[in-house]
C-alpha cells in the first residue's frame, strides 16, 4: 500500500485514537460492585489491539520508507548502507513503542477503575519520561550511526522524518487520552 504524506497523517491519526480507545473500550466498575475476572486469554492468539498495532505498525512503517526513500532520494550505494541501519532501528523502536502501548493501557485502565493515585501516577509518569528519553536516545544513535555511514545530511534527513511521524502519532494520541484526574 502506497500512502503519501496525508496518508500517513490519516493511518496515524486512527492508528492513535485506536490505541488510547481499544485500551478504554471497557466503563469504569462501580465503586461498589467489585470488578468482572476477565476470561482467560488464549496465549496462541494476539488480542484485537495487538492485531490493529502489528497492521499500524506495518502500514506507518511502509510510509516511513516511502516517505524516506522520497526525501533522501538516494543512491544505490547509499541504499546499501542506510536500509540495514535503518532495519536495527525500527526492531528497537518497536520495542520502546510496546512499553509506551503497555503505560498508556495501565493508564487507561487505572483512570477508568478510578485507582489511579499519587504513587501509580509517578510510577507512570517515570514509564513515560524514561519511553521519551528512550527514544530520544534512539534517534542520536542512529543519526550519528548514518552520518558515520552515509553522512551528515543523509543523518539529518532521517532524523527530521522521524521526529515529524513521531509528532504526528504523539499529537493523535495525546488528544485521544482521558485526562489525568484529581489526586484522591
Do not use: C
Not at 500512502?3 to 491519526?13: K, N, P, S
Amino acid at each position: 500500500m502506497k500512502l503519501g504524506f496525508l496518508g500517513t497523517l490519516a493511518v496515524t491519526a486512527i492508528a492513535g485514537s485506536l490505541v488510547v480507545s481499544m485500551a478504554s473500550s471497557r466503563e469504569p466498575a462501580p465503586a461498589s460492585t467489585p470488578a468482572p475476572t476477565a476470561p482467560a486469554k488464549d496465549a496462541s492468539r494476539p488480542s484485537n489491539l495487538e492485531q490493529i498495532l502489528a497492521a499500524f505498525r506495518t502500514d506507518l512503517n511502509a510510509s516511513k520508507v516511502a516517505t524516506l526513500n522520497r526525501v533522501m532520494k538516494m543512491t544505490a550505494e547509499e541504499a546499501a548502507k542506510f536500509w540495514p541501519i535503518y532495519q536495527k532501528y525500527e526492531k528497537e523502536l518497536t520495542a520502546v513503542g510496546d512499553r509506551r502501548v503497555a503505560l498508556i493501557k495501565e493508564f487507561v485502565t487505572l483512570s477508568n477503575d478510578g485507582k489511579l493515585n499519587d504513587t501509580n501516577a509517578a510510577a507512570l509518569s517515570t514509564g513515560w519520561l524514561q519511553g521519551e528519553q528512550d527514544r530520544l536516545d534512539l534517534w542520536k544513535k542512529y543519526n550519528k550511526e548514518i552520518s558515520a555511514a552515509l553522512s551528515p545530511i543523509r543523518g539529518a534527513q532521517f532524523l527530521q522524518v522521524e521526529h515529524q511521524i513521531a509528532l504526528l502519532v504523539d499529537i493523535n494520541v495525546a488528544s485521544a487520552m482521558p485526562q489525568v484526574g484529581a489526586a484522591k
